[in-house]
């Protein structure tokens, strides 16, 4: 199937690592950047940790493997000479002032290590000073448990790594608004701009946005926008560059990045349309959520706030694969808060199924139904 012409809609973390994968396979590969303010992947944590989750069932499977991927992708990248990922292993912290409840993470988390393969490292119980020395600014009736394996990643990064790596490989890059030609059971076209283009697979990776792309196929995926508003810090006097994400078991964090600073949120605005707006609610709570955990960063300086539009499934799953009776389309979506841990697995796991002509059946429970 090398040289099959594919356009991948999109190019965020979804849009990014289909088309690497399908690229370093040697299809004829065009990504078409609609520019949507509001993207995920230009706002996301970057936390590379499903064994802290709480998530269960065959989103976890895909969590898991998404994460044990990482090596793998960021390897691939440096082979075509991508060196840049901002990936790194600096471990995951879960933290809590209930010693039950630590228990029970720590034995999810034990369970889990196991089944990793080694990727999630080891499990050990942290008192509060050794959660302390690893990150001085959390509050001090704090305990935890430490996964050695837990890595973070910059979103931006990674999304332009995985685009260049594409690149390098052959695809071109198209800006402007996309849309969808419905046709006649003919070859997938797409409209960048004003030029028309035809392939023989489509791949519709915008995320939020994968409904209204869809619309003139009369299709409706389950897919609608979550806002999340997530502020970054700055931390004077503190070396952030290795210190572990922190989980404090709700539906908030803390991720640190080399130069002082540190992102924590993030808001889960169900029902917020497309509105890419920075409000006082939403950054009262991610603020009022991270001195809870780590009054440290009280001094801490206010860099910026960044605002993503998850796309959040209607049935709890990733939608990924081709769309039943659209011969040629395919759709990946439906990732919500995971999406950078999860895209380049199933990037590269899609581009398999489009260039060898038959479902990937690690993807059948998220088949587009």
């Known amino acids: 199937m090398e040289g099959r012409r594919v356009i991948v809609v999109g190019a965020g973390i979804a849009g990014a690592g289909v088309a690497f994968a399908l690229a370093r396979r040697g299809a004829d590969v065009t990504v078409a950047d609609p520019g949507l303010p509001g993207q995920a992947t230009q706002a996301s944590a970057g936390i590379i940790a499903p064994w802290a989750s709480t998530v269960e069932g065959p989103l976890y499977d895909l969590y898991a493997a998404g994460a044990a991927y990482y090596p793998q992708v960021v390897g691939l990248l440096a082979e075509a000479g991508v060196l840049r990922t901002d990936y790194r292993r600096t471990g ?14 720590q034995a999810r988390a034990e369970t889990r290590a196991r089944a990793s393969g080694g990727v999630a490292g080891e499990v050990s119980r942290l008192g509060g000073d050794d959660v302390r020395a690893l990150v001085p600014v959390l509050a001090p009736d704090l305990e ?8 973070r990643v910059d979103g931006r990064t990674m999304c332009e790594a995985l685009l260049e790596g594409a690149a390098r490989h052959g695809a071109r890059r198209l800006t402007g608004a996309a849309r969808l030609l419905p046709g006649g059971g003919g070859m997938p076209r797409v409209v ?14 915008v995320g939020a946005w994968a409904a209204d ?14 806002r999340g508003q997530i502020s970054h810090l700055r931390v004077e006097g503190h070396d952030t560059s290795g210190w572990p994400s922190v989980h404090p078991l709700s539906h908030h964090y803390l991720v640190a990045f080399d130069d002082s600073r540190v992102a924590v949120g993030a808001t889960r605005e169900t029902g917020s349309g497309f509105d890419v707006r920075v409000t006082a609610r939403g950054q009262w709570q991610v603020l009022a959520d991270a001195l809870r955990i780590a009054p440290g960063l009280a001094d801490a300086t206010l ?22 009776d659209r011969p040629g389309v395919h759709v990946v979506a439906g990732f919500g808060a995971a999406g950078l841990t999860m895209a380049p697995y199933v990037g590269d796991a899609l581009a398999r199924a489009i260039l060898d002509g038959r479902a990937a059946p690690e993807l059948s429970a998220f088949a587009p139904r």
């Open 92 to 105: 995951a912290l879960v933290v809590h002032e209930d010693p039950a409840v630590l228990d029970e993470a």
């Open 144 to 151: 935890g448990v430490f996964i050695s394996g837990g890595a």
């Open 192 to 205: 960048v701009g004003t030029d028309e283009i035809e392939a023989d697979d489509v791949v519709v990776a």
């Open 213 to 226: 792309l869809l619309e003139p196929l009369g299709v409706r995926p389950g897919v609608e926008p979550q």
């Open 303 to 324: 860099i910026e706030t960044r605002i993503g539009l998850r796309p959040l499934p209607s049935g709890g799953l990733p939608i990924v694969g081709a769309l039943p």
